[in-house]
T-cell receptor, first 113, second 112 residues
């Protein structure tokens, strides 16, 4: 049972445009959500996080939105750059999974020059 | 050393052999984790340790064991490797159970 799902395996965007990556979760006990970015042959690197007490968190070009009623979060990248091309994972923790991250399957983002 | 190091970088292993993947962090983080990454499945937690001397099972612990003798090291052992353990293994650490996890570069393991 996949508790965190990223239903889009890949996304292709033009440089300068907005990239929107989506993530859905089923466990209502999750209260902390993170996005990680991963380049080939490297470990995932932390990008941005959000607590369930907020519905938006912004860091430079990256903004994460959380819709608790829909159990949905999204990562917006504006403007997208070719260096943003990577695999993006969303992750969640909370409840009995406190401190232990449950990851989505990942979305491959390609930003074309 | 800066952050998390993992060894070896990659390994080809015969089925039935024993193998230990090494993980060392220099951030004095209390919590450490082992994940495996498989295509289409994301990262799945194998084992974790909230502090030195304690360990716990994650989502996919079967066939793996861990120990946490000190703060810095968290080795993962495959007692008798099987082909289904072919994967990329990532070690991670965080300052506390709530904190952001920081990942090592990974170990690519092929079991034949």
């Amino acid at each position: 049972d996949q508790q965190v799902k990223q239903n889009s395996p890949s996304l292709s965007v033009q440089e300068g445009r907005i990239s929107i990556l989506n993530c859905d979760y089923t466990n209502s006990m999750f209260d902390y959500f993170l996005w990680y970015k991963k380049y080939p042959a490297e470990g995932p690197t932390f990008l941005i996080s959000i607590s369930s007490i907020k519905d938006k968190n912004e860091d430079g070009r990256f903004t994460v939105f959380l819709n608790k009623s829909a159990k949905h979060l999204s990562l917006h990248i504006v403007p997208s750059q070719p260096g943003d091309s990577a695999v993006y994972f969303c992750a969640a923790s909370g409840g009995t999974s406190y401190g232990k991250l449950t990851f989505g399957q990942g979305t491959i983002l390609t930003v074309h020059p | 050393i800066a952050g998390i190091t993992q060894a070896p970088t990659s390994q080809i292993l015969a089925a039935g052999r024993r193998m230990t993947l090494r993980c060392t962090q220099d951030m004095r983080h209390n919590a450490m984790y082992w994940y495996r990454q498989d295509l289409g499945l994301g990262l799945r937690l194998i084992h974790y340790s909230n502090t030195a001397g304690t360990t716990g099972k994650g989502e996919v612990p079967d066939g793996y064991s861990v120990s946490r003798a000190n703060t810095d090291d968290f080795p993962l052992t495959l007692a008798s490797a099987v082909p289904s353990q072919t994967s990329v293994y990532f070690c991670a650490s965080s300052s506390d159970r709530r904190g952001t996890q920081y990942f090592g570069p990974g170990t690519r393991l092929l079991v034949l």
